[in-house]
């Protein structure tokens, strides 16, 4: 089947071009429209893609600056095949979450959400180093302008620190990117920024080690990751909760797929060198995260440091540099994702029928709200990794990776699931069965019209808790091919040589 990755990651921008044009009374329905179209592409995307093939599917590769080497060259594997179906289904339930409340100036609401859709497609297709950094700081620009237009609180002070943060990580990892494609290109070689063609040459240990820590900032920032994460309670405050939903849900994602995209495989020797650094930052994020969750009574903040402890986990997959644990970190993503925007729509809900998202004065919905309680608990389940969850199968792996690579870390990084549970529960029980702010409730169970956003998140949760091979099936030759060489390198098994350029 023929699918064109261009077309795939412009059409939810085009669709709101579109949208622009027409009465705003149209604009909503334009937007779902659109979101699932890109939704039914990727779905096809999933049920066309060869689990058995080796390297990429549904290529695009053209020249895009031929003067600089940078192509314009897309692609597909297991290590993004479900992290962009994961952007599809987020979008759509988003689109279809803001559409159900008003806004002011909405066609250019629609327009920012539409563009964040496209740079987050970009840059999980992008196969091209120099296209990859293109989308990944557009990926900002939109994020900045509907939080600040259409944020609450501190808003101004929200993205005053968002565009800080990422901006000074996006500078570090253009500087990387284009030492990259220069340093790499040694005697007759041309310059390139092809990540597969870049995997192929080496560069010297010292190189790589700079190169590395400037990827690695923008990575951990974009997560976020402690001690990186110090714009995120405002950020997290700030934001529309539907927007907030697929930027938590979402982005951090984009960030731990470019460490097996591009930084394992182009640099394992400094991936190697640094790897008990990258594992000591991720056991802090995974310790600091659940203790700040169960801390803090502003919801959205709970699911914030738990993000922050998640995304913890995900890194330690990621460089326990053995197979096990980098097939846990893809499915991690995927089921973090599916479950911390059902989580934010439950926030709404909840703030809606007691006008506050401070636990304090959440409570008595249980019976109240049988249903909505229900999705609740699933979704509090998942989070703290229940056994029969794919949450639980996600973590598994990883930890079993880990202590494959590292067991010390691995022991250390086990209370991380004790303390999940501790957080995941608390924010359940106080924000259904406690009695305070009963009073104030004005209505109790969830709408047929909100139903439409919850129960499908809820049911693909419910999926992939039934069936998680789904994913694992189709990422475990990329995934293996993405930490063969660092592992390789780690084990002792083989010894590159570097050669200056």
Same mark, same amino acid.
């Given at each position: 089947?023929?699918? !064109? ?5 412009f059409?939810?921008l085009?669709?709101?071009?579109v ?5 705003t009374?149209l604009?909503?329905?334009v937007a779902?429209?659109g979101s699932?179209?890109v939704?039914?592409?990727?779905i096809?995307i999933?049920?066309d893609f060869?689990?058995?093939a080796?390297g990429l599917q ?8 031929s003067?600089?080497g940078?192509r314009w060259?897309?692609?597909?594997d297991?290590?993004n ?5 994961l952007?599809?289904?987020l979008?759509t339930a988003?689109t ?5 409340r008003?806004?002011d100036?909405?066609?250019l ?7 964040a859709?496209?740079?987050?497609l970009?840059?999980?297709?992008? +196969?091209d180093l ?8 557009l990926?900002l620009v939109?994020?900045?302008f509907?939080t *600040?237009?259409? *944020?609450?609180g501190?808003?101004?002070?929200a993205?005053t620190?968002?565009v800080?943060?990422?901006l ?9 990117a284009?030492?990259?494609?220069v340093?790499?290109a040694?005697?007759?070689q $041309?310059?390139?920024f092809?990540? $597969?063609a870049?995997a192929?040459?080496?560069?010297p240990?010292?190189?790589?080690d700079w190169?590395?820590l400037?990827f690695?900032a923008?990575f951990?920032v974009k997560?976020p990751?402690?001690p990186?994460h110090g714009?995120m309670?405002?950020g997290?405050t ?8 697929v930027f938590?849900?979402v982005?951090?994602?984009v960030?731990a ?5 591009i ?5 394992p020797?400094?991936?190697?060198h640094? +790897?008990?650094?990258?594992l ?7 310790l ?6 169960f801390?803090t009574?502003?919801?959205r903040l709970?699911l914030?440091?738990?993000s922050v402890?998640q995304?913890?986990?995900i890194?330690l997959?990621?460089?326990a ?5 980098? +097939?846990?970190a893809?499915? +991690?993503?995927?089921?973090h ?13 909840l ?5 506050s998202e401070?636990l ?5 919905l249980?019976l ?22 794919s ?5 598994f792996?990883i930890?079993l990776g880990?202590f494959?690579?590292?067991?010390v870390f691995?022991?250390v990084?086990s ?9 995941a529960?608390r924010l359940?029980i106080r924000a259904? !069965?406690?009695d305070?702010?009963v009073?104030r409730?004005e209505s ?9 956003v ?8 419910v999926?992939?808790?039934l069936?998680?091979?789904l994913a694992l099936h189709r990422s475990?030759r990329?995934t293996t091919?993405?930490v063969a060489e660092?592992?390789a390198?780690?084990?002792g098994?083989?010894a590159?040589t570097a050669v200056m350029?």
């Amino acid at each position: 089947m023929t699918i !064109h990755l261009s077309i795939v990651i412009f059409l939810p921008l085009a669709v709101a071009v579109v949208g622009l044009l027409l009465p705003t009374a149209l604009v909503r329905g334009v937007a779902i429209v659109g979101s699932l179209l890109v939704l039914a592409y990727a779905i096809v995307i999933v049920a066309d893609f060869e689990s058995g093939a080796s390297g990429l599917q549904y290529v695009t590769n053209d020249v895009w600056i031929s003067e600089l080497g940078i192509r314009w060259k897309l692609g597909v594997d297991g290590l993004n095949l479900f992290l962009i179906l994961l952007t599809t289904v987020l979008w759509t339930a988003s689109t279809v979450w803001a559409s159900l409340r008003s806004w002011d100036r909405p066609k250019l609401f629609f327009l920012h959400l539409a563009l964040a859709e496209t740079a987050v497609l970009g840059a999980l297709t992008a +196969q091209d180093l120099a296209l990859f950094v293109v989308f990944f700081d557009l990926m900002l620009v939109p994020f900045f302008f509907l939080t *600040g237009q259409w *944020g609450t609180g501190e808003r101004v002070r929200a993205t005053t620190k968002l565009v800080i943060y990422t901006l000074v990580g996006s500078l570090l990892m253009l500087s990387a990117a284009v030492a990259t494609g220069v340093l790499s290109a040694s005697g007759d070689q $041309s310059i390139t920024f092809e990540i $597969s063609a870049l995997a192929e040459r080496t560069l010297p240990r010292g190189t790589q080690d700079w190169i590395f820590l400037f990827f690695a900032a923008a990575f951990l920032v974009k997560m976020p990751a402690f001690p990186l994460h110090g714009w995120m309670p405002d950020g997290y405050t700030s934001m529309p909760l539907p927007v907030l939903a697929v930027f938590s849900g979402v982005l951090s994602k984009v960030a731990a797929y470019g460490f097996l995209r591009i930084v394992l495989p182009v640099f394992p020797d400094a991936t190697v060198h640094y +790897q008990e650094f990258m594992l000591l930052l991720a056991l802090m994020s995974i310790l600091y995260g659940s203790v700040m969750a169960f801390t803090t009574t502003q919801v959205r903040l709970v699911l914030g440091y738990s993000s922050v402890a998640q995304l913890g986990f995900i890194v330690l997959g990621i460089f326990a540099l053995r197979e096990t644990g980098a +097939q846990g970190a893809i499915l +991690q993503a995927v089921n973090h994702g599916l479950v911390v925007a059902p989580a934010f729509f439950v926030v709404a809900l909840l703030a809606e029928r007691v006008g506050s998202e401070d636990l304090r004065d959440m409570g008595g919905l249980a019976l109240r709200a049988p249903v909505l309680a229900t999705m609740a608990l699933i979704v509090t389940f998942a989070i703290l990794a229940m056994p029969g969850s794919s949450n639980f199968v996600g973590e598994f792996l990883i930890l079993l990776g880990t202590f494959q690579s590292k067991i010390v870390f691995a022991f250390v990084a086990s209370t991380g699931v004790v303390l999940a549970a501790v957080y995941a529960l608390r924010l359940f029980i106080r924000a259904f !069965h406690n009695d305070r702010g009963v009073e104030r409730q004005e209505s109790r169970e969830i709408s047929l019209r909100d139903s439409f956003v919850l129960v499908p998140l809820v049911a693909a949760i419910v999926a992939l808790a039934l069936y998680p091979q789904l994913a694992l099936h189709r990422s475990e030759r990329s995934t293996t091919q993405a930490v063969a060489e660092a592992k390789a390198l780690a084990t002792g098994e083989v010894a590159r040589t570097a050669v200056m350029p």
